[in-house]
């Protein structure tokens, strides 16, 4: 169950992308375009996993199949549907970094299928206590 979203980071670390091809069940009744919560819900996934590579990277730390890294979650997310998001081709999300502090980072985020944005979005993404 889920949607098994992967977020991965650019090769100059700058970047995270997420590819996902999502099924027609995600229209929200409206055929053939993504339903907005569900690309809400995207940025959101796509987000807090941004978040958590961008502050493992800023230690200086490295990524193996080993490695577990902090865990963000949802402080704030704001997102602008520009136009329809179709279903039936690949959606990609490329996320930077705004801001990172102690516990809080500020990521952006670009959602497009075709080479076309189809929805922006601003996160507010807060590092989970270890013993939370």
Known sequence: MGLHLKTYPSLD????ISRIKLENAYTGGVPSNVFGGMIATIFDCHGTASAAWFAHHQ????LTD???IGR???AHLEVDYLSPTPI???IVV???LEELGERKAIISMEM???GKVR???KMVAVAVKDHM
């Open 66 to 68: 080993e490695t577990v």
């Open 88 to 90: 039936d081709d690949e």
């Open 119 to 121: 929805a922006k979005s």
């Open 72 to 74: 963000f979650i949802t």
């Open 59 to 62: 230690k200086g730390l490295e």
């Open 94 to 96: 490329i996320s930077t």
């Open 112 to 114: 497009s299928v075709a």
């Open 13 to 16: 670390g700058e970047r995270c």
